[in-house]
C-alpha cells in the first residue's frame, strides 16, 4: 500500500498544529511598541534603554486575551448574580465593616458616600482585599496594548499611565500584579484611575492601594464623589411595564435622561412611589430565569457604572450592598442614616 496518505496526514497535522501556534501567539505590534517608546522618551522624559530593557521582560499572556473576549458580564443576569450575591461574601462584608467601622465612618463624613457602597466595591471587585490578581500588571497591559488591536489605544493609554504611576509612586513595575485587564490593588483601579482619584487617606504620605485599606476606603469613595454621587439619594427602584414600547427607552442607555412622567406615560411604572414626576430616569432590563425584570436607574446608579459600566456590575454592587446594610444591627448609626 502506499505510504503517500501517512505522508498527507502528517503533513495535514502539521498545519493544523502551526495554525494553532499561530492563533495562540498573535504577532506583536513592533511599530506601536517603538512609537510608544519614542512618546515616553520625548513628552514624559523615560530613558529609552530603561523603557527598552523594561519591555524586554514583559511577557506576551495567551489567557489574557482569552480572559479579554470572555468577560463575566457577558452572562446573564441571573448566572451573575450568583458568582457575588453569596453568604461568604456577605459576610466577608459584615466583617470588613467590623474592622474597618472609623476609618468607613470618616470615609461618609469626608466624601458622602455610605459604608455599604463602599464595602460592596471591595467585595465584588477582590473580596475585600483578598484577590487582588495574579498577573504582573506590566504583562497584562503590554499583551493587551501590543497584541490586542481591537483595544490597543485604550490599552497603550493605561500603559502610559502606569509607567508615571510607578515613577511618581516609587513602585516596580515587574513587581506590581493585578488582574488580566492591568486593574491594581484592592479597589482594581485602572492605572488612569489610580493617579487621577487615589488618596493617602491613612496620612502616611503614600498611596498605597494594595496594602493600604484606609488609602483604599478613601479612594473609592473619592471616586464616586468625583463622579457625581449624590448623598442620601435614591439609587434605583423596579419598574413594571404595561405594553410600553420597551425598545427606544432601553436604546438611550444607562444615564438617566427621561424623566419619571414620561416613563409612565410610556408604561413604565415605578415601584417607589415617592419618586418626584421630574427624577431623570433610565429602563434598565435584566435577564432573569423566569423572564426579564425591569429597573428605574437613577443618578447614584449611573455613577456605580463609572466604576464598570455594565448594568449587571452596578446591580451585583447595588443589591450586596443592601445585604450588607440590612445585617447591622439597630443601634449602629451608620445602618440608621
Do not use: C
Not at 79 to 97: C, D, K
Not at 160 to 170: N, P, Q, S, V
Amino acid at each position: 500500500m502506499s505510504q503517500k496518505p501517512a505522508a498527507v496526514m502528517i503533513a495535514l497535522l502539521l498545519g493544523i498544529l502551526l495554525a494553532t501556534e499561530t492563533l495562540a501567539a498573535p504577532k506583536r505590534d513592533t511599530k506601536g511598541m517603538h512609537q510608544f517608546i519614542n512618546e515616553m522618551v520625548r513628552e514624559h522624559k523615560f530613558k529609552r534603554a530603561r523603557l527598552k530593557k523594561l519591555f524586554k521582560q514583559a511577557q506576551y499572556q495567551d489567557s489574557i486575551i482569552e480572559a479579554m473576549t470572555r468577560p463575566a458580564e457577558a452572562k446573564p443576569w441571573y448566572v451573575y448574580r450568583e458568582i457575588f450575591l453569596t453568604p461568604a461574601r456577605l459576610a466577608g462584608g459584615n466583617a470588613f465593616w467590623e474592622q474597618n467601622r472609623e476609618t468607613l465612618l470618616r470615609a461618609e463624613q469626608t466624601y458622602g458616600v455610605p459604608a455599604e457602597i463602599i464595602i460592596a466595591i471591595l467585595g465584588v471587585e477582590t473580596r475585600y482585599g483578598e484577590q487582588q490578581g495574579g498577573y504582573r500588571v506590566l504583562d497584562a497591559l503590554t499583551t493587551l496594548a501590543f497584541y490586542y488591536p481591537k483595544r490597543a489605544t485604550y490599552f497603550r493609554k493605561e500603559l502610559k499611565e502606569f509607567l508615571l504611576l510607578t515613577r511618581e509612586e516609587k513602585l516596580n513595575p515587574l513587581e506590581i500584579k493585578g488582574s488580566y485587564a492591568g486593574a491594581v490593588g484592592e479597589p482594581q483601579f485602572m492605572p488612569s484611575s489610580y493617579r487621577q482619584y487615589a488618596v493617602d487617606f491613612d496620612n502616611d504620605g503614600k498611596r498605597n492601594l494594595m496594602e493600604s485599606t484606609a488609602d483604599t476606603i478613601g479612594s473609592v469613595a473619592n471616586y464616586f464623589k468625583k463622579h457625581k454621587w449624590q448623598t442620601g439619594a435614591s439609587v434605583i427602584t423596579r419598574a413594571s411595564v404595561n405594553d410600553a414600547q420597551l425598545k427606544p427607552l432601553l436604546d438611550l442607555g444607562l444615564k438617566p435622561a427621561t424623566p419619571v412622567a414620561k416613563l409612565m406615560q410610556q408604561g413604565v411604572v415605578p415601584a417607589d412611589p415617592n419618586l418626584a414626576p421630574s427624577t431623570l430616569g433610565a429602563l434598565i432590563e435584566l435577564e432573569d430565569q423566569d423572564g426579564p425584570e425591569h429597573w428605574i436607574g437613577l443618578d447614584n446608579f449611573y455613577v456605580i457604572t463609572r466604576y464598570n459600566h455594565s448594568p449587571l456590575y452596578a446591580m451585583a454592587v447595588y443589591q450586596l450592598s443592601q445585604q450588607i446594610l440590612a445585617q447591622r444591627t439597630p443601634d449602629d448609626p451608620q445602618a440608621n442614616r
